[in-house]
């Protein structure tokens, strides 16, 4: 049976696996991937990361700088 103290470290690293994967993400944004690049990388759908980043953010094309 989960302990209260178990439960707390568990939720201690999912919030830590989360952080590391929006430091990945920032990463990859900043390589100038593209979300298709982010997705598989995460291995989620393309559509699963456009819903994360609000209006343009991420849809850059290699090559070009965000604003």
Request: hydrophobic share 35%; net charge neutral; no cysteine.
């Amino acid at each position: 049976m989960a302990t209260t103290e178990d439960a707390s470290e568990e939720s201690g690293i999912l919030q830590e696996l989360e952080d590391i994967k929006r430091l990945l993400i920032l990463t990859l944004l900043r390589e100038g991937a593209s979300q298709a690049e982010i997705a598989k990388a995460l291995g989620v759908s393309q559509p699963s990361i456009s819903r994360m980043f609000p209006g343009k953010i991420g849809k850059t094309t290699r090559g070009s700088a965000p604003r």
